[in-house]
T-cell receptor
């Protein structure tokens, strides 16, 4: 079953603006990860935040995690047209003895020049 | 480093035939590989977890006799879609964990294989 739910499902902004995507989940997690996928391509790992962390930065990316609310957000600052892609959150949890990722439905981000 | 390849990248086959997709970790060893499928504009759904030298663990609702997984070495896992039908048309993606750095909890994804069954 789907663990993560992202919102919005689609986001359209202008270059230079910030883009914020949210992710909610239902069960306890080891960590939460954000991935990017260009149309018809594989996934690119963006950032991992552990369950005991609250905020993490990587370049123009900022991720927050609120385990009490079971939610996370991904902020892309000063967006560029090249940031156009789908963004997925994925929760990492133990499942039958294995650590597995469960992906959310994703947010399609369109950045217009 | 940490590159995962898939072959083929695209495959078109006739209904009833079987298709094999390979997933390789190129510069690291992976005891565990994962197979996902993704329908257009939808999320990735985990199909099965593949462990080197043992049987794969399938997710609920995934037919193990239809999606045969073999993980023969620390760098290769294969997914065979048997007796493929048009509803099996999808984007299949594999991923692998780096055995040398399991604490990183990061999966490295292949570029995906687009399967079209006519």
């Amino acid at each position: 079953s789907q663990q993560g739910e992202e919102d919005p499902q689609a986001l359209s902004i202008q270059e230079g603006e910030n883009a914020t995507m949210n992710c909610s989940y239902k069960t306890s997690i080891n960590n939460l990860q954000w991935y990017r996928q260009n149309s018809g391509r594989g996934l690119v790992h963006l950032i991992l935040i552990r369950s005991n962390e609250r905020e993490k930065h990587s370049g123009r990316l900022r991720v927050t995690l609120d385990t009490s609310k079971k939610s996370s957000s991904l902020l892309i600052t000063a967006s560029r047209a090249a940031d156009t892609a789908s963004y997925f959150c994925a929760t990492d949890r133990m499942n039958s003895g294995y650590s597995t990722l469960t992906f959310g439905k994703g947010t399609m981000l369109l950045v217009s020049p | 480093g940490a590159v995962v390849s898939q072959h083929p990248s695209r495959v078109i086959c006739k209904s009833g035939t079987s298709v094999k997709i390979e997933c390789r970790s190129l510069d690291f060893q992976a005891t565990t590989m994962f197979w996902y499928r993704q329908f257009p504009k939808q999320s990735l759904m985990l199909m099965a977890t593949s462990n080197e030298g043992s049987k794969a663990t399938y997710e609920q609702g995934v037919e193990k006799d239809k999606f045969l997984i073999n993980h023969a070495s620390l760098t290769l896992s294969t997914l065979t879609v048997t007796s493929a039908h048009p509803e099996d048309s999808s984007f299949y993606i594999c991923s692998a964990r780096d055995l040398s750095a399991p604490y990183l909890n990061e999966q490295f994804f292949g570029p995906g294989t687009r399967l079209t069954v006519l």
